[in-house]
């Protein structure tokens, strides 16, 4: 059963609806038990790096999502659900994050006349020889849509399996075993974001 985290933050039925989509059953609960079970797993979220791990302890939904990342079940990781992978996150101090994926999450360094939060459409880099690298031939990038003021910065760059320049590139999507997340919305990037959580649903 695939099921989608709710631990209060986010808008949890466009991701739902998107999976829907593509044929998929996906259930929102916050049921520890049942996320426990679970054969595929989504993390979506945003806001605030310590808020949601606050919630997700609260919930006794950290215990369940960590087994089930260290079974390498499926998983996908959405924006802030991309960020909680991480072992510190900066914002508003140093708070402990999920640890699954070495690494931290610092604010945006930018040169002058880029704008905090990276908001809107940008192109993604899919880096070659990787899984999604294959769902999206072809010399043009893929536009995905993103809203955050935050990036990844993983210790292991094998990891990053696709970036995205703005200002500087970043890391905007690791992968590791059955692991996949992005820092973009695959449910509000259009036919793109269809194509990418196709890939989970066939491929991870």
Known sequence: MLRIIDYGSGNLRSVQKALEQQGAAAEITADPDRVAESERLVLPGVGAFADAMRALTQRGLVDPIKRHLAADRPFLGICMGLQLLFETGWEGGRHNGLGAIAGDVARFELPAGYKVPHMGWNEVQWRSGSGPAAVFPGDRPPFFYFVHSYRVRPT????????????????????????LATQFHPEKSQACGMRLLRYFLDEV
């Open 156 to 179: 292991d760059p094998g990891v990053v399996v696709a970036e995205t320049d703005y200002g500087d590139p970043f890391c905007s999507a690791v992968q590791r075993g059955r692991l």
